[in-house]
């Protein structure tokens, strides 16, 4: 079976559980050609997202007068199915969040890649992200293309349905998939009754380097430290709470706390965190290190006492099974599918988003618990994730799907 995965921007420092789960695919036997709509914006630092760009195809690369020669040979081909396509595309676009302008380039997107997909002989068509790029292989199906499905991760999904065409595209696709119990909910919620049975959980998956962490090492792990050191990763977005994160840790000094934070990432709100750091005086306490590889990341998990990502709006993000797998345990807040992984006092602590107060409780917990107490924690988090989000397993029930 030949599965084109279809990506608004791929391959990202961000998107690296997209990268395995092709990955984990192509080891069961599947034939995957990735597409993305445009190239990252942001550069690449890991070998292997390298690597993945030289395989990867991008549809603006035509240009222009590509888009249009791709419309016109689509009406002339499919002249009553590309109608069909662009009034599909122009329905949707009224009152959408994008806008008709933007549909109307959607549209001669799809058009692009019906003929790729023809090229290729793609049999199915997966998209992540139930946005732009869904919009695009819905546009394409509604053409003649193949079947597509896509993977909704929110919260983006959920926080404008109606204008994304969610329960739309819910409804042309072949299945759709939550990464999520609370995703499923959202899911259920936006969509016809009559298309629940189209909604399956297939939960983001850690690969081998931090399972056999969680799993096979046998004390060879190190222990968390004594230092007090914690560790933020993700995008330095409003959504993160990174903010607040930064607050938190200037009651933590100003209560003469010792302590070293780290965020790892990079986004738009770098130059607001500067300044925070900066008026609260923080820079012998906190470091903005930007992206790192793969590696680097695991090693500064790692070096830390705990991971905190005290998020405003998520989905469930890979990094807190990453953490977990790697014995730490996680600082986060109550928020869409977090509490089905992090318990508190059991493998982490949760807080209420946009708390300070408590975010500061919690850190000030991290950083003066016994190291036996977080190795425990940890422990708890890694056995979780290795009976739940084993990136083998769960691409195994995505290629049942396909």
């Known amino acids: 079976m030949k599965v084109a995965y279809l990506i608004n921007q791929y391959p990202q420092a961000s998107q690296t559980f997209i990268r395995r789960e092709i990955n984990a695919l192509e080891k069961l036997g599947l034939s995957i050609e990735r597409f993305t709509i445009r190239k990252s914006d942001v550069a690449l630092v890991d ?3 390298k690597a993945e760009q030289t395989k990867t195809r991008v549809v603006l690369d035509v240009g222009g007068a590509g888009l249009l020669g791709a419309v016109l040979r689509t009406f002339v081909t499919r002249p009553l199915k590309a109608a069909r396509g662009l009034a599909t595309g122009i329905r949707a676009g009224i009152g959408s969040h ?5 549909h109307l380039i959607y549209f001669a997107e799809a058009c692009v890649l019906l003929r790729w997909f023809a090229q290729s002989k793609i049999d199915h068509v997966h998209s992540h992200f139930g946005t732009n790029s869904t ?3 819905m546009l394409a199906r509604v053409m003649g293309g193949p079947p597509y499905s896509f993977t909704s991760h929110g919260p983006e999904e959920y926080d404008k349905p109606e204008a994304l065409s969610l329960s739309q595209k819910v409804q042309r696709s072949k299945f759709v998939v939550a990464i999520s119990e609370f995703g499923c909910s959202q899911l259920y919620r936006w969509c016809r009754y009559e298309d629940w049975p189209k909604v399956k959980l297939v939960r983001c998956g850690v690969d081998e380097m931090f399972l056999r962490a969680a799993t096979s090492l046998n004390g060879q792990l190190p222990p968390p430290p004594a230092e007090p050191r914690i560790v933020n990763v993700g995008r330095l977005d409003p959504s993160k709470g990174q903010l607040f994160l930064i607050e938190a840790a200037g009651r933590l000094a100003a209560e003469g706390m010792q302590f070293q934070l780290t965020l790892v990432g990079d986004g738009s709100m770098r130059g607001e965190l500067e300044r925070l750091i900066e008026k609260l005086k923080l820079k012998d306490h906190v470091r903005l290190a930007g ?3 793969n ?5 500064e998990i790692l070096d830390s006492r705990a991971m905190v990502l005290p998020s405003f709006a998520e989905g469930l993000p890979l990094v807190i099974m990453e953490a977990l797998a790697l014995h730490r345990p996680v600082l986060s807040t109550y928020v869409a599918g977090i509490p089905e992984l992090v318990t508190p006092g059991v493998c982490g602590w949760l807080v209420p988003p946009g708390s300070t107060e408590g975010l500061t409780a919690a850190m000030r917990d991290v950083l003066t618990a016994p190291v ?3 190795a425990k924690m940890g ?3 890694a056995a979780r994730v290795a009976e739940r989000h084993d990136v083998d397993k769960e691409a195994a029930k995505l290629a049942r799907l396909f």
């Open 291 to 293: 992206w790192m590889s």
């Open 372 to 374: 036996e107490q977080l």
């Open 135 to 137: 919009m695009v292989a």
């Open 47 to 49: 070998e292997r997202d």
């Open 379 to 381: 422990g708890e988090g």
């Open 98 to 102: 994008a806008g008709l302008s933007k």
């Open 295 to 299: 590696d680097q990341v695991r090693q």
